[in-house]
């Protein structure tokens, strides 16, 4: 049975993402690890010096470089999660405003995308239309105001 994997888990990470930092989702248990870069080189280094990489370091550091570890040597068990190079929000949201099933608003929100203030300007037009950029295509309230935080979409 495949693992449960939390959406509100993936955006997290990908909120936090940093620089030297790589992120893995868990296809085993459903859980996003991110790690420093660091933990990954320690684990290589050890390999080509044929010692174990986790002796001298501390408690939290070694378990970075056990999950490295793990990782690296069951790679067909993690997927990667994009690094911040690789997320383009604006092709995002142009993306969703050419998708959107409605086309006024489909036509609104690519026009509002372009310009100063675009992510903040689309964001506050498309809560007035009822739908949320948050979950794509999936209505949050039928109202100007912003929807709370873990707030139920309704229909």
Known sequence: MPATVKLSAIVDALDMIMEEWSTYLDKRTGEVHSLPDEAFQ???NAQDAEEEPSRAYADWEREDIDRAR???DNDDQYVALP???E????????EFSQRYPDDAISNELSRVIRGSGAFATSRTRSIAWGSSTNGIGSATRRSNKSPSIGAKPTV
């Open 42 to 44: 320690c684990v290589e």
């Open 70 to 72: 793990d990782i690296l």
């Open 87 to 94: 997320i383009h929000e604006w092709a995002i949201m142009a």
């Open 83 to 85: 690094d911040k190079f």
